[in-house]
């Protein structure tokens, strides 16, 4: 049974373009979270997709945009790159109707911008 | 969702107890308490969650206390594959959302 896997692995960028990072949950999973992880911080809730639709979102400008497919799989796209946007992004599935709501991790896409 | 404190950083030679704490004093009573880790370079990964009573499971115990405010998350026997960051998460239970709000963390590190 495939975990989270996240695409690409690595990805160098220049600022003002724009990127799109993909996710496909952990089988059976269909809600998909996106977090934003800093070199030395901890990861940073950016938005939820749950039947398509974005359910929460965290304190993310609106360059960040999400979107999810009927096949449960989400895609990250963040537009007019900043430096900062450097980080670890990491896609994470669940299904909240099990218990604990754990959240799977994938192994994460690592963006620099420069 | 409730803040948690936790120490930066946690020596544990290879073998022994590794014993976590987590301080978590405005807890709700409807919020549970989660435990994820994260290996170098890898995404996070879950080990436990608890309301009230102590669990165990196949990587770990949690133990919380009596008026909530506080937790100890257990690795009984570390090992070197045991090095990560440790994050204390607390948060509610149910609902459409299930966000995880991270800290810094704990850096456990086991000495062979």
């Known amino acids: 049974d495939a975990g989270v896997t996240q695409s690409p692995t690595h990805l160098i960028k220049t600022r003002g373009q724009q990127v799109t990072l993909r996710c496909s949950p952990k089988s059976g999973h269909d809600t998909v979270s996106w977090y934003q992880q800093a070199l030395g911080q901890g990861p940073q809730f950016i938005f939820q997709y749950y039947e398509e639709e974005e359910r929460q979102r965290g304190n993310f400008p609106d360059r960040f945009s999400g979107h999810q497919f009927p096949n449960y799989s989400s895609e990250l796209n963040v537009n007019a790159l900043l430096l900062g946007d450097s980080a670890l992004y990491l896609c994470?599935?669940?299904?909240?109707?099990?218990?604990?709501?754990?959240?799977?991790f994938g192994p994460g896409t690592r963006l620099t911008v420069t | 969702d409730a803040k948690t404190t936790q120490p930066t950083s946690m020596d544990c030679a290879e073998g022994r107890a590794a014993n976590l704490p987590c301080n978590h004093s405005t807890i709700s009573g409807n919020e549970y308490v989660y435990w994820y880790r994260q290996i170098h370079s890898q995404g996070p990964q879950y080990i436990i969650h608890g309301l009230k009573n102590n669990e165990t499971n196949e990587m770990a115990s949690l133990i919380i206390t009596e008026d909530r405010k506080s937790s100890t998350l257990i690795l009984p026997h570390a090992t070197l594959r045991d090095t990560a960051v440790y994050y204390c998460?607390?948060?509610?239970?149910?609902?459409?959302?299930?966000?995880?709000?991270f800290g810094t963390g704990t850096l456990l590190a086991v000495q062979p």
């Open positions: 994470a599935s669940s299904r909240p109707r099990d218990r604990g709501y754990e959240q799977y």
């Open positions: 998460i607390v948060r509610g239970y149910g609902g459409a959302t299930n966000k995880l709000i």
